[in-house]
């Protein structure tokens, strides 16, 4: 399998290099479609491009609901900060994977579809379940064992796959192939939001509040743990940068920062960082409300897919 194109100047870069790869395959029938949820963070431009398919998380305030990736987010993050009790979110229905999974796979096209992490979501095995409804078509799922844009990373790498006219179980094998060398790191700025769901202890909240601790996370290979503690925004973010490079190594790296409401800030710990990394390719993203409902405003990820496999 081909690597990643070389990256040709950040974000925007990154979509058209995606578009114009794929162009040549415009007009012929995909024979094998993409499949991810919203938590996956990717871009719409690059879904479109890459004729991703997207099923939404619901998020609730109360009564009130918030599809991820189709109602607006600054209107969630403005209600977010005023929010006295927390944001929740379900996953999609089995009748609406059903749903999608019938409409893709009506031209007898093979379907893959590939989710955030068994270990911290049912969302998975309800698309397990919509894909038995259909024993007559060609779905395959794969848990990513991890999400946000590590699970977008491997979705666009199976994406480009499939419209270079890959098979079914080659594009399997090489998602498969990259699952252990998608690593995210993260800060977590504000812990309103971990304190409200109950994952922090308001003493917990109040005894970082006051002494500045941000917590640094790590995501992959089906965990999603709190690895450190440092004190201060701007040594979390620097704490951030070192794991990822030490993990990263030498080794080539599609590279994503991916933040909740942080994007020029994120823009500029990408202008700061690229050079650092082995980067053949780099993009942006919010990781949507989805994802921002447990993790909270301003929170700031490192992302690398590593391409060189050993």
Sequence with gaps: ??????????????AELIRRQCSHKE?????????????ASIPAEICRSLHITVVPVVVHFGQETYIDGVNPAAEFYGR??????????????????????????????AIISIHLFETKSALINVARMAAKMLPESNIHIIDSQTTTLGLGL??????????????????????????PHVHIHAAIRDLTQLRLSGRVSLGQAMVAGVLGIKPILYIGQGVADVVDRVRGWSRAVDHVVSMALERAGQARVFLAVVHTNAEAEARQLLDEVRSR????ESIIADAGTGVATHAGPGALGIVTLRVDQQ
């Design 1 to 14: 399998m081909e690597a990643l194109p070389p990256d040709a100047g950040g974000p925007a870069a990154g």
């Design 27 to 39: 007009g012929f029938p995909l024979n094998v479609k993409i499949v991810t949820d919203s938590t």
């Design 80 to 109: 977010l900060g005023a929010a006295e009790q927390p944001p929740t979110t379900s996953t999609p229905s089995p009748g609406t994977f059903l749903e999608t999974y019938r409409k893709l796979a009506a031209d007898g096209a």
């Design 154 to 179: 491997l979705t666009i790498a199976a994406a480009r796959a499939a419209a270079m006219g890959r098979a079914v179980g080659e594009i399997i094998s090489y998602v498969e192939s990259l699952v």
């Design 277 to 280: 990394f082995n980067c053949i």
